[in-house]
């Protein structure tokens, strides 16, 4: 995380420094167009986080679905080995 914010923080002094030299319109359009690719590269980077999430969630569901099912075949073979000991009471 300090990366990014870091990095936010660079784009942002670049920012500054660009427009502090603006002195016409093809200054105006490069920054412009630079801040346009920014916002296209954070736009793929959200998309990519996006999905990334949602298979994460999918997955963590699945494990969850597993988890489960393995826990009550545990409890099921629990009961059927333990009707098979033998208790024996008075023995010192």
């Not at 942002?12 to 346009?36: K, M, R, Y």
């Not at 954070?42 to 998309?47: G, H, I, M």
Request: hydrophobic letters at 25%; aromatic letters at 6%; charged letters at 35%.
């Amino acid at each position: 995380m300090e990366s990014e914010s870091e990095s936010d923080n660079q784009n942002c002094q670049e920012l500054e420094s660009e427009s502090e030299s603006d002195d016409g319109t093809s200054d105006s359009a490069a920054l412009v167009s630079s801040i346009w690719d920014k916002l296209v590269g954070l736009e793929s980077k959200f998309e990519k986080v996006q999905n990334e999430n949602v298979k994460l969630k999918q997955e963590k569901q699945n494990l969850e679905n597993l988890m489960h099912t393995q826990y009550f075949r545990t409890d099921e073979l629990d009961q059927y080995s333990s009707r098979e000991n033998v208790r024996i009471f008075g023995i010192p």
